[in-house]
């Protein structure tokens, strides 16, 4: 059973660049099996898709935030990574992993999510 | 880009009764279409795949339906537990992005 869990800062400058880790259990990230994801919800609000990645390293993001966004994959480590780069208050949410079996389009399971916020 | 629009924003229903929720897309997604339900401080856990299809060990009074550009989740006899914020989400097979809707907030009337 998979299982994901978010690691990284909590607190981030403006103007820097946010950093998460996801690692995963229970399964490998290299299988042709799975996107990787990474979603978004700012406090109060709805949840919002950053981008995913396949384990060629092949990656997807969301157009409003492409310019800021990198997600790679660490096969040695089972583990996918979120940069988002100048960051500012409103990038402040809860940041949550998930993984999307293919060829099915939902996010099964996510991890528990990891509160950045974005101050200085 | 596709948008999800779902309706109404907050919905209050009393216990034992029926919640119909709705989600809108700009465009066709065909049956690329899944409910979440989030409670507070937890992440979302999948309900609906596929528009109608239940998750894994979710209850039979969630039901989904539609296809296209209009989607409906029906929680037939509502439950102390199932109040709650739920999002719709649609996939896009190529190039392969996701987006929800912003979220429909069940509550006790």
Do not use: H
């Not at chain 1, 409003?64 to 780069?85: A, E, G, M, P």
């Not at chain 2, 034992?16 to 401080?41: D, I, M």
């Amino acid at each position: 059973q998979l299982q994901l869990q978010e690691s990284g800062p909590g607190l981030v400058k403006p103007s820097e660049t946010l950093s998460l880790t996801c690692t995963v259990s229970g399964g490998s990230i290299s299988s042709s099996s799975y996107y990787w994801g990474w979603i978004r919800q700012p406090p109060g609000k709805g949840l919002e898709w950053i981008g995913s990645i396949y384990y060629s390293g092949s990656t997807y993001y969301n157009p409003s935030l492409k310019s800021r966004v990198t997600i790679s994959v660490d096969t040695s480590k089972n583990q996918f990574s979120l940069k988002l780069s100048s960051v500012t208050a409103a990038d402040t949410a809860v940041y949550y992993c998930g993984c999307v079996p293919r060829p099915s389009g939902w996010f099964d399971p996510w991890g528990q999510g990891t509160l950045v916020t974005v101050s200085s | 880009e596709i948008v999800m629009t779902q309706s109404p924003a907050t919905l209050s229903v009393s216990p034992g009764e029926r919640a119909t929720l709705s989600c809108r897309a700009s465009q066709s997604v065909s049956s690329n279409l899944a409910w979440y339900q989030q409670k507070p401080g937890q992440a979302p856990r999948l309900l609906i795949y596929g528009a109608s299809t239940r998750a894994t060990g979710i209850p039979a009074r969630f039901s989904g339906s539609g296809s296209g550009t209009e989607f409906t989740l029906t929680i037939s006899s509502l439950q102390s537990e199932d109040f709650a914020v739920y999002y719709c989400q649609q996939y896009n097979n190529w190039p392969p992005t996701w987006t929800f809707g912003q979220g429909t907030k069940v509550e006790i009337k």
